[in-house]
């Protein structure tokens, strides 16, 4: 990764962080755990996918349509961002096959 890949990195981030701040306050606080979440939990190419600017898009078109974030999601968040990731590959999926590689490992 070179100089240039990681400013246009950092360039595409700070517009998708401006989409973010431009929702309603609602939005944000719902957008942010939600982030939060899939950052701990959420597939590998979290960063580079088009998960999160795919959910960026989903609320504007909610709020633009005058209904509320709960309206869109539901009331689990937690559950809401589990159906996005299903059949991904995610951190956990990593770490779960990593423990038992040890395990079998260590039975030899």
Avoid at 48 to 59: H, N, Y
Avoid at 97 to 106: H, L, M, Q, V, Y
């Amino acid at each position: 990764m070179g100089i240039r890949d990681i400013i246009e990195g950092k360039k595409q981030w700070r517009a998708h962080k401006a989409r973010v701040k431009a929702l309603p306050p609602d939005y944000q606080i719902v957008y942010e755990e939600m982030q939060k979440y899939l950052f701990k939990v959420g597939p590998i190419d979290l960063p580079d996918g088009p998960l999160l600017p795919g959910i960026v898009t989903f609320f504007e078109e909610g709020a633009a349509s005058g209904k509320g974030v709960l309206e869109l999601i539901g009331n689990d968040v937690a559950a809401f961002c589990d159906g996005l990731i299903t059949n991904t590959r995610t951190y956990a999926d990593v770490y779960q096959e990593s423990i038992a590689g040890d395990t079998g490992a260590s039975e030899k």
